[in-house]
């Protein structure tokens, strides 16, 4: 190689930069286009006290965009004061900052739109007799009218800055990243109203309303309707907030709004922790839809790690994770059939009931006893659980997995169970018509038999669904993805936090290793150990894996030890050791779920339908795919044009 050397720029002089061109410069990390202006304007406005706010835009905010509060406005005298850079009256002190509850501080927001645009505030205080307007670029003082409060516009954003505005999009993608800036804050200040118009017509409006009703405003009834609500005190944090079910995630990350201490934040910690409570439930490309208000004290937080505070720093980022994911999980682990017992049966059940989900173990996870015969025990005792043979279901079911299982009482199904030629149908139906339907629950026994979530099964169809007929109408339900559920949520409960046994291969399997997964399996050489993976360098570039996990005879284990040090590198141990056992376990019990086309008797449809009931996360397979779904009686009636 015999590159030519280049040219030494020549040394020029080290000058100060002037003021103008600073707030430029300041303006180029605060200021990326209308929507930025919008945030910090209707910051401004909220941090000022008002309980309106309006924003009006032209051309998607690029020609004009004016923000109008009535909050407590601005005295005559510190007017020029706004425009300075590092001007602010929010904190005074370094400990002011470190206790910051308003949203500015930085005092360089009003500084930098205005260095790059034309920009005006006009405003009054409740004492003052007028208002008074300030031109930013001629400094011109002149009376104004309008009531207590605050307009600033600002008008032609960029336009002494021609190649920053030429990354402007359309005005309609402007004006719509300019509505989500508001969205972001009406849903987190429901006790303030908002108002967005564009080119004089009103393009979003929420009014003052109940946290509740604010989240149905903003996001819709339908994320109301299809979302968990999730409340939980973890050490110091505090977190609200609804999680989306698995069954409404989205192709793209919009709806995901996550606050700290009220304010709008993206954060990929916490992100990561909201994705791995769904990591059981979610395919992995789809988007959970999610908003969380997470409150914490303002000493663990630093909020200013960025110009436009969107990032932030937790002096104990573990801690925020754990709490993230564990809330998420619990808000989760409700299932829709708990849910509607809960409504239906107790009104008032406390939210945490599913708040002990087996994927919550913390972070003691110790390599016990080889367990394979433990799980083939529970493997085994699981897979039989809908066998036709011997004796009832129930019978089998609590040596399986104790609590888990409630008893089914000897309840009217009992009776009804009709194989097509069986002797226990209802003798009057005689029509070939009604045969393989269920006699209608006696009226006597409706009374005394609990309420069912799922209903009662009525038969099975294609050997692949079962039908049931609950309050609502008809249920349907996937039984293999159902019962593979079952038997994954199982395995884990009854497993415990047990290591998975290693079985020792006589040829190692070697592959060859980047450095840092050489220094993975060194430095977590325990963490897969008790995978039964012995994973260990055989020279510089190569890894020996020496034993697989017994209950996994098939796997490709170059591939499975590769995954497993890609994700242990990332995420801490714990989280990686249960997740690559979930793993292990969603692949045996996929194995040991009840297979389609097998015939099942009512009493083993209904034995699944239970257990489905008290199962958590029974609502989606582990892959994500819903294992029932409920057609109501209208949806039926809707079908036969019937009754309208
Ligand atoms: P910061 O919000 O970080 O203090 P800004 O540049 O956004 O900095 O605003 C500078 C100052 O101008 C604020 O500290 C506040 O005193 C005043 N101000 C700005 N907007 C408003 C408003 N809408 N109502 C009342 N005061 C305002
Ligand atoms: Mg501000």
Not at 447 to 475: D, K, S, T
Request: hydrophobic residues 45%; charged residues 20%; glycine residues 6%.
């Amino acid at each position: 190689m015999n590159a030519v050397p280049l040219p030494r720029p020549p040394r020029r002089p080290i000058v100060e930069l002037p003021d103008e061109l600073v707030s430029q410069i300041a303006a180029g990390e605060v200021v990326e286009r209308p929507a930025s202006v919008v945030r910090e304007l209707v910051d401004n406005a909220l941090d000022a006290g008002a309980t309106q706010v309006t924003v009006r835009l032209l051309a998607g905010g690029v020609r004009s965009i004016v923000v109008e509060d009535d909050g407590a406005g601005i005295p005559g005298s510190d007017l020029p004061l706004a425009l300075k850079r590092h001007a602010t009256s929010k904190i005074q002190s370094l400990a002011d900052l470190e206790s910051v509850a308003t949203m500015g501080f930085r005092g360089e927001a009003l500084a930098a739109i205005a260095s790059v645009s034309d920009l005006s505030i006009s405003s009054r205080t409740i004492d003052a007799d007028h208002a008074l307007r300030l031109d930013a670029r001629s400094g011109e003082l002149s009376p104004a009218a309008r009531a207590t409060g605050t307009s600033v516009e600002v008008r032609e954003l960029f336009f002494s800055t021609p190649a920053r505005r030429k990354f402007l999009k359309t005005d309609a993608t402007e004006l719509a990243h300019c509505v989500e800036a508001v969205r972001r804050h009406a849903l987190v200040r429901h006790d303030v109203g908002f108002a967005v118009w564009h080119e004089g017509k009103l393009a979003e409006q929420w009014r003052a309303a109940s946290p509740e009703q604010r989240l149905r405003d903003v996001l819709g009834e339908e994320f109301v309707a299809q979302s968990r609500t999730l409340e939980m005190q973890h050490g110091p944090l505090r977190l609200r907030g609804r999680a989306g079910s698995p069954e409404s995630a989205r192709a793209r990350a919009d709806q995901q709004y996550v606050y700290v201490n009220g304010r709008f934040v993206r954060d990929r910690l916490i992100g990561h922790g909201v994705r791995s409570a769904y990591e059981d439930v979610l395919h992995g490309s789809r988007q959970p839809s999610y908003v969380l208000f997470i409150d914490i004290a303002p000493d663990r937080v630093d909020v200013n790690v960025h110009p436009t505070k969107i990032e932030v720093r937790f002096r104990d980022s573990r801690e925020v994770h754990q709490a993230v994911r564990h809330a998420v999980e619990s808000a989760l682990a409700q299932s829709r059939s708990a849910l509607a017992e809960a409504a239906t049966a107790a009104p008032d059940l406390p939210s945490s009931a599913g708040g002990t989900s087996p994927g919550s173990l913390g972070t003691g996870w110790r390599p016990a006893l080889p367990s394979a015969a433990q799980v083939s025990l529970a493997l085994q005792q699981a897979s039989t659980l809908y066998a036709r043979e011997p004796s009832p279901p129930w019978a089998v079911a609590p040596a399986a997995a104790g609590s888990l299982l409630r008893q089914a009482p000897d309840g009217p199904h009992g009776q009804v169970a009709n194989a097509p030629t069986g002797p226990a149908g209802n003798p009057a139906q005689a029509a070939p018509f009604s045969q393989g339907l269920a006699a209608p629950l006696p009226a006597s026994t409706a009374a005394e038999a609990p309420v069912w979530p799922l209903g009662r099964a009525i038969a099975q169809l294609a050997g692949v669904y079962i039908l049931a007929e609950n309050a609502q109408g008809l249920v349907i339900v996937d039984m293999h993805a159902a019962h593979e559920r079952i038997v994954y949520e199982r395995l884990k409960a009854t497993l415990g936090d047990a290591a998975l046994e290693a079985q020792p291969l006589l040829i190692p399997v070697t592959f060859a290793a980047t450095p840092s997964e050489v220094a993975t399996a060194e430095a977590q050489r325990d963490t897969l150990m008790a995978l039964g993976l012995d994973v260990a360098p055989l020279s510089t570039g190569t890894l020996a894996v020496r034993s697989r996990p017994a209950a996994l005879p098939h796997a490709d284990l170059a591939d499975l030890a590769r995954s497993v040090l890609a994700d242990l590198a990332q995420v801490d141990s714990s989280r990686v050791v249960q997740r690559a056992r979930d793993d292990l376990l969603a692949t045996m019990a996929c194995h040991g779920a009840v297979r389609a086309n097998r015939r099942l008797t009512l009493d083993e449809m209904n034995a699944l339908l239970r257990d489905m009931e008290t199962t958590e996360r029974a609502d989606q397979c582990n892959h994500g795919r819903p294992t029932w779904r409920q057609v109501t009686m209208k949806e039926l009636d809707g079908l036969f044009l019937r009754g309208r």
